[in-house]
């Protein structure tokens, strides 16, 4: 039971370029989320997604695009980006009952725009 | 939509001290309160969480109080150790949004020996 995987870890972008960040569960939860964290700032939902095939904006959505084609993964693309999108990025999940709310997280992506 | 405050930003305390951290939320109908610890490089973890039908938790040597009325919730630890060093996230939540979480900016923890 690996719980929530994040791939890959660590990566270095160069402006305009594009990448997808894969966020993988197998705790058979229905809601996954899609952080940024940057300092002093918390942790920023980015979108988010309650079930395979729907996908929601969250706090700062723009630059980012997301899809939830199977119920397992959730997959944060950045089309072109920006040094602003640094960052490491945190994909949770939850079972999304209201007796069960809460996350696992995964372990994170280290993310440079430069 | 929902805005959640954290202060403060910064604590440093005295091992055996205790340590409150607070927070306020804007959005009366947010229903669940977590708070998360996060080490250096970790990812965050879940200590303990509150829902809006109870005013007080406890597990320990954490608590968590909750008042609906003035929109503010706080963690209190007691008795801080070195391992309590950390950085807090309270967080705030509305069952019928999507379960999705607003954090607050975090507290940086250090608890000197």
């Known amino acids: 039971n690996a719980g929530v995987t994040q791939t890959p870890k660590f990566r270095v972008l160069k402006t305009g370029q594009s990448m997808t960040l894969l966020c993988a569960q197998d705790m058979n939860h229905e809601y996954m989320y899609w952080y940024r964290q940057d300092p002093g700032m918390g942790l920023r939902l980015i979108h988010y997604s309650v079930g395979e095939g729907t996908t929601a904006k969250g706090e700062v959505p723009d630059g980012y695009n997301v899809s939830r084609l199977k119920k397992q993964n959730f997959l944060l693309g950045l089309e072109s980006a920006a040094p602003s999108q640094t960052s490491v990025y945190f994909c949770?999940?939850?079972?999304?009952?209201?007796?069960?709310?809460?996350?696992?997280f995964g372990s994170g992506t280290r993310l440079t725009v430069v | 939509g929902e805005n959640v405050e954290q202060h403060p930003s910064t604590l440093s305390v005295q091992e055996g001290d205790s340590a409150v951290i607070k927070c306020t939320y804007s959005d009366s109908a947010s229903n669940y309160f977590p708070w998360y610890k996060q080490e250096l490089g970790k990812r965050p973890q879940l200590i303990i969480d509150i829902r809006s039908n109870v005013g007080e938790k406890k597990d320990q040597r954490i608590a968590v109080t909750l008042n609906k009325t003035a929109k503010h919730f706080s963690l209190h630890i007691t008795e801080t150790q070195p391992e309590d060093s950390a950085v807090y996230f309270c967080a705030a939540s509305e069952y019928n949004q999507g379960g999705k979480l607003i954090f607050g900016q975090g507290t940086e923890l250090s608890v000197k020996p």
């Open positions: 949770a999940s939850s079972y999304g009952d209201r007796n069960t709310y809460g996350y696992t």
